[in-house]
C-alpha cells in the first residue's frame, strides 16, 4: 500500500481490535490435564498494545474461542474490548462499533484466518501474519513479516503509529526516548 494511503487510513483509526489464536498466540492450545487451557504470549505484542493506548487508541480482541488465559492478558493489558467465543465475528465487529460510537472505518483489525475475513471487509485497516494462509493475507491490507504470536500485533501498531506520525511520543510516554 502506498505511504500516502497508508496514513490517511491509519488517523482515521481509534480502535486496535485482534484476534487472539494465531495472532497474540502461535495458535498453539495447550490442554492442561484438569481441561483448563493455556496459553502462551509474545511480550511485544503487549508492549505494542500498551503503546497504542499511549498514542490514544482503544484496543480490544475478537476471538471465536473462550479462555480464561485470554481474559487474565486481556485485564492485564487494561484491554477496552474483550469479546471472547464470537461465532460470527462480522456482526460482533458492528455490535463493537455501536457501542463504542465509532465506524467500522476507524478500526485496525489483525486475523489469521477465515473467519477473520467479513471483519477484513468492514474495517479501515486490516492485516494478517505472515503464516496467515495465502486467502487470508490476499485480503488484508497489510501483509505482515512477522508470524503470528511472535511480533505481528507489535509490526502492525509501530506501522500505525509511524504512519501517524505518532510513534515517538508513544514511546517518549512509556519513558523511552530514542537516539
Partial sequence: MKGDLLAQRCKAIKLL???VDGVLTDG???VL???AEAKSFNVRDGLAIVLAQAAG???GLLSGRSAASVAHRAADLKMAVV???V????PALLEICAQLGIEPHEVAY???DINDLPVFAQVGLSAAPADAPLEVRSEAVMSLSAN???GCVREFVEAILRARGQWDQALATIGVVLP
Avoid: S
Fill in 57 to 59: 487508541l482503544k484496543t
Fill in 33 to 35: 490435564p484438569d481441561g
Fill in 87 to 90: 461465532r460470527l465475528k462480522g
Fill in 148 to 150: 503470528g504470536g511472535r
Fill in 110 to 112: 489483525v486475523g489469521d
Fill in 83 to 85: 469479546r471472547q467465543g
Fill in 28 to 30: 498453539t492450545i495447550l
Fill in 17 to 19: 481490535l485482534t484476534d
